[in-house]
């Protein structure tokens, strides 16, 4: 059964403290992302990585880290850096690096809440 | 660079009627759109995708969009709405000079009354 999962599906984090979100994929893509997302915003790229052990800073990269130490793993970790880190985040997957045409399929999303 | 304007926030509709989600975009050079479509707390999944073929494009579900160059317009439109519809939709642009970037609207949340 092919597809993205994402783990946690709801994670809470401490002021001062680093998070990591989960990504997995089992569709052989090259490529992952990571999007941010507020209420009535549409997605913000944090993240993308179009193949392994390289990626690329998005728009809002700041506060955030990624690695890409394996084709199907894509995490994510939140740091103490960033201060609004309240949102729902979502991880998704393409068959290449050239996203211009691409379909891209989405997980489920990890909903991280400030405590 | 490339963008994307969702001219409604939200959409409400009844049970078996036509639906339409209205979609503007501003791209450089050839774009290609997408629609995707989002159920609460889940994912994103493609309803559609333009990519420079056919001006029409059908996608699942019963949903089709046409791009128009001259209105430079992507709407997404259904001719009977189902309960299921209800969810919030996104219209998506990419072109080919900003070959790792896609932009996404805002989004439109789709009402469907019984």
């Known amino acids: 059964d092919g597809g993205i999962t994402q783990s946690p599906k709801y994670l809470f984090r401490k002021e001062g403290q680093n998070v990591t979100l989960s990504c997995e994929q089992n569709l052989n893509h090259d490529a992952m992302y990571w999007y941010r997302q507020d209420p009535g915003q549409g997605l913000r790229l944090i993240y993308y990585?179009?193949?392994?052990?390289?990626?690329q800073k998005g728009d809002i990269a700041e506060g955030y880290s990624v690695s890409r130490e394996k084709k199907e793993s894509f995490p994510l970790t939140v740091t103490s850096a960033q201060k609004n880190p309240t949102a729902f985040y979502l991880c998704a997957s393409s068959i290449g690096g050239g996203i211009y045409q691409e379909t891209q399929y989405f997980g489920p999303g990890t909903r991280l809440l400030v405590l | 660079a490339q963008s994307v304007t969702q001219l409604d926030s939200h959409v409400s509709v009844s049970e078996g009627t036509p639906v339409l989600l209205r979609c503007n975009y501003s791209?450089?050079?050839?774009?290609?759109l997408f629609w995707y479509v989002q159920h609460p707390n889940k994912g994103l999944q493609l309803l559609l995708k333009y990519t420079s073929a056919a001006t029409l494009v059908k996608g699942i579900n019963g949903f089709e969009a046409e791009f128009k160059k001259s209105e430079t317009s992507f709407h997404l439109t259904k001719p009977s709405a189902h309960m299921s519809d209800a969810a919030e939709y996104f219209c998506v642009v990419s072109d080919l000079y900003n070959n790792n970037d896609m932009r996404f609207g805002a989004g439109t949340r789709l009402t469907v009354k019984p």
């Open positions: 791209s450089s050079y050839s774009p290609s």
């Open positions: 990585s179009q193949i392994v052990n390289d990626f």
